[in-house]
């Protein structure tokens, strides 16, 4: 999505090679960024579960898919996406395609919320109404799920003036008062609320709210580098089960990767809820995702492409 902008600190570059042999290993560079959904790559590499499975993963800065998608299959194999990218992609007569599952949003723990401003008075998603809120998309997945989510709150989505505000630049134009709230995901949202930030919803899980949990996070690449690149999806699959098992074992050495790697304080990390890791991906995902954007015309009328045509798995 148009917020995985950070640049990646102490990850490969964007001009290594992509996909190719090195050690034995099958190299794969993935463009993903340093933020608390991007832990499956971060402990895959840091705990070689990537190289046990016969992969050498090079993690690079990233950003939006619009931006990436040119440089995918040349400086880079995948990028973390998500449903409503590769919808928007597919649209323009993008061949891109998801190829994996990473991270989902649960209803239990979500991690991309809404967080205002300690004196702006707003409590609820209806209370946004009339007032100027930071996401860093404006037309991608967090703007259409919060015009999603204040539907179904009763409020008017089209009442509330969205401005571009990257994650990392959500706390500073708070303060400024350059916003009244913003779009945010962890670690930014503790940030926001360790120094008076209120929480007013949870984005994703409001937009469906009859959702357990709602694929957020994929990785995606050209159908042309999935078609020929089977084995090694199967590898992916298999370390990122491995991936997320680990981490479900291991809360207190996940939570010293964010201080060493994402460079939160440690009070921070101990209060960032765990990303919850998943490689599986099917049609059922993205069709909560399509409902919504018909429901928005976010297409402006171009063709909707079908579940079927944004996976390059097989089902």
């Known amino acids: 999505m148009a917020a995985l902008l950070m640049l990646a600190a102490g990850c490969g570059t ?21 933020a608390a959904g991007s832990l499956s790559v971060i402990v895959g590499i840091k705990k070689g579960i990537f190289k046990r499975n016969g992969l050498n993963v090079k993690w ?28 928007l992609a597919r649209s323009r007569g993008l061949d891109l395609v ?31 109404e009339g007032r100027t809120v930071g996401s860093p998309d404006v037309a991608s997945t967090l703007a259409l799920a919060l015009k999603g989510a204040l539907k179904n709150a009763g409020a008017k989505p089209d009442d509330v003036d969205l401005k571009q505000v990257n994650f990392p630049d959500g706390p500073n134009q708070l303060k400024a008062g350059q916003v009244d709230a913003v779009v945010t995901t962890e670690p930014f949202a503790t940030l926001m609320e360790s120094a008076g930030g209120v929480k007013v919803g949870s984005v994703i899980m ?38 997320n098992d680990w981490i479900k074992g291991h809360e207190g050495e996940v939570r010293q990767l964010m201080v060493s790697e994402l460079h939160l304080p440690e009070s921070v990390a101990a209060g960032v809820p765990i990303p919850v890791v998943d490689p599986s991906l099917g049609v059922k995902d ?7 954007v018909g429901a928005l015309d976010a297409l402006h009328g171009r063709s909707v492409p079908s579940a079927k045509e944004l996976l390059g798995v097989p089902q």
């Open 14 to 34: 964007a001009q290594e090679a992509p996909s190719g042999a090195k050690g034995g290993l099958e190299q794969v560079t993935i463009a993903a960024p340093p």
């Open 60 to 87: 690079v800065s990233s950003g939006n898919l619009s931006v990436l998608a040119p440089s995918l299959g040349r400086q880079f194999d995948l990028v973390t996406s998500s449903p409503v990218e590769l919808i």
């Open 98 to 128: 998801a190829v994996q599952g990473s991270r989902r949003e649960v209803a239990d723990d979500p991690l991309v919320s809404v967080v205002a401003a300690p004196d702006s008075g707003i409590t609820s998603m209806k209370n946004l």
């Open 206 to 243: 409001d937009a469906f709210p009859h959702q357990s949990s709602v694929a957020l996070v994929t990785w995606a690449a050209t159908k042309g580098w999935a078609d020929d690149h089977p084995e090694t999806l199967k590898k992916l699959a298999k370390a990122n089960s491995e991936i």
């Open 286 to 292: 993205f069709e909560p995702w399509l409902e919504l």
